[in-house]
């Protein structure tokens, strides 16, 4: 796949999660931004070699949500 396209989908589902976020928690797009940025989902999403890009915006978002929960990323297949 085109590495235009990979970067599309990863951009598409970094939209997807922060806006969930936004809306779940009421807090500012900076706030929601900064959070995801600095989460090791994030670092998942943009490692091609993971193919999270690729999952849905919902999917992610649990993840993330998760993440946020325990203080780490549980997801063993990721």
Do not use: P, W
């Not at 943009?46 to 193919?51: A, F, Q």
Request: net charge negative.
């Amino acid at each position: 796949m085109a590495k235009d396209k990979i970067r599309f989908m990863m951009d598409f589902v970094t939209t997807e999660v922060i806006l969930a976020a936004i809306k779940d928690s009421s807090i500012s797009v900076q706030e929601a931004m900064n959070a995801f940025y600095n989460s090791e989902v994030f670092d998942r999403l943009c490692d091609i070699e993971t193919g999270l890009y690729r999952e849905s915006g919902g999917y992610v978002y649990e993840l993330y949500k998760d993440e946020k929960k325990h203080g780490r990323l549980i997801q063993t297949e990721i």
